[in-house]
């Protein structure tokens, strides 16, 4: 029985409660006859208004880590793109690519997502998009496409090291797998389903594009060093940049969260950026500064956070999890590809966080039966393939998705749930597909 259980309106089961509050909050954002952020916010209050959580649990659902990284790496962009700096990875793209929309729409897939190897995905979209934006005006090309795949580029690469997607840090940390264990099992793999992925993107959307024979000819010619309009502030940019990869990459051993370098580094380059002005001119560039956050995204977390929270506390995540592996009778094969497709079909529609920090203890108690914490290992590989992987199966099925697509909305492009679904979900799937064959061959055969 859940704490929250007897502060619940007239005795009602949490469990069903919470889990109507969801489905409820889902429709209405997939219906999109409501913003998403005032949904996410809405679903939120019921869940502690009708008592299914309580107001110290909703504060406890937050994930601070994911809203400082946000907050902190949107801070970041938004100055260091005064600079020219993504005017000038633009222009350098387009030049590499020659121009060519197909040849452009597979080389920042493959950036994305080895960049997202290394970075959080949110933190390597909010500094890819930017870029796009620049390069699909210029090119007259349309910026959805690649915007879309970058998204699914960026979750896929995410999922080859520790530090590149939160579940990975999560299962890391339980299971003591090193940042090597990562890149040694779950690479290449990884590499499989991205050429793969580059190739559907390529059918769908990269031989149907044909670029403005005028606007080649005239990004072509672009100098791209005349792209940087702030020489000193790119300085100061990439100083600050660097330290918070550097804080990202060695995050675990010095012991800081990713939203707290975020944080930290956002407020040194605005120090830097506002120093030495007038206290009244500093005002105005930090309201500048702030005004760039995609607030509408951050709010939309925030609630959604509470949500999750709530169909935590109501037990479905547990009861879903018993359920998975009740199912699979001990045996070892089973019971991991169960996991896979559980996790991917659960992490497309509900916040992986969560249901990978439901799992782990789970898992953990199965050691007996597989032969001691060696023997699940695959276990771990499937977890971690499921929930990173997942999270491309919908527009709310990962951060970096809702990030892109606040930066999307913003430049006027919309980003429609069910047109993201259309495309994205038998991606998902294709990526799952791949992961079972590997697991079974490598693991489990």
């Not at 971690?384 to 892109?404: E, K, P």
Request: glycine share 8%; net charge negative.
């Amino acid at each position: 029985m859940i704490e929250s259980a007897s502060a619940v309106w007239f005795g009602w089961d949490p469990f069903w409660i919470s889990t109507l509050i969801l489905i409820i909050t889902y429709a209405a954002i997939i219906s999109e006859r409501v913003n998403r952020a005032v949904v996410a916010l809405l679903g939120a209050g019921l869940m502690i208004l009708i008592g299914v959580i309580n107001q110290e649990q909703a504060i406890e659902g937050e994930d601070f880590n994911t809203l400082a990284l946000l907050i902190g790496m949107m801070i970041l962009v938004a100055i260091a793109k005064r600079s020219g700096m993504f005017q000038y990875l633009a222009v350098w793209s387009a030049r590499v690519s020659r121009g060519q929309p197909w040849a452009l729409l597979a080389l920042l897939s493959l950036v994305t997502a080895v960049v997202s190897a290394f970075l959080d995905n949110v933190t390597t979209v909010l500094l890819i998009a930017p870029v796009t934006l620049v390069i699909t005006e210029q090119l007259r090309i349309p910026p959805y496409p690649f915007l879309f795949t970058e998204i699914i580029a960026s979750n896929i690469g995410g999922t080859a090291t520790l530090i590149g997607d939160p579940p990975n840090i999560l299962i890391g940390s339980a299971a003591g797998l090193s940042f090597n264990d990562f890149v040694v099992n779950l690479t290449p793999v990884i590499i499989i389903i991205l050429v793969l992925q580059i190739a559907i993107n390529h059918a769908i959307w990269g031989r149907q594009m044909k670029g403005d024979p005028e606007a080649r000819a005239r990004v072509m010619a672009f100098n791209a060093g005349e792209a940087i309009t702030d020489w000193a502030l790119l300085y100061k940019s990439l100083l600050v940049i660097s330290l918070v990869v550097l804080g990202f990459v060695t995050a675990r051993f010095i012991g800081l969260e990713a939203g707290t370098i975020a944080l930290a580094g956002a407020a040194l380059l605005l120090l830097l950026d506002c120093w030495p002005r007038e206290r009244e001119a500093q005002t105005h560039r930090l309201n500048e500064m702030f005004a760039e956050v995609e607030w509408v995204t951050i709010f939309f977390f925030v609630g959604l956070f509470i949500v999750v929270a709530g169909v935590e506390h109501g037990g479905l995540l547990n009861w879903f999890a018993d359920e998975v592996l009740s199912l699979t009778g001990g045996d070892l094969t089973t019971t991991a590809i169960a996991i896979l497709w559980a996790s991917a079909l659960l992490s497309a529609i509900i916040d992986n966080i969560p249901f990978v920090a439901t799992m782990i203890p789970v898992i953990k108690n199965m050691a007996p039966t597989f032969g001691g914490p060696e023997g699940l290992l695959p276990l771990w590989w499937s977890l971690s393939l499921g929930a990173c992987l997942g999270g491309n199966g919908t527009l709310i099925g990962a951060s970096a998705n809702l990030t892109v697509a606040g930066i999307a909305e913003r430049a006027g492009i919309p980003f429609r749930f069910l047109t993201f679904l259309k495309f994205a979900f038998p991606m998902m799937l294709m990526s799952i597909a791949v992961s079972t064959i590997y697991i079974y061959l490598v693991y489990l055969s």
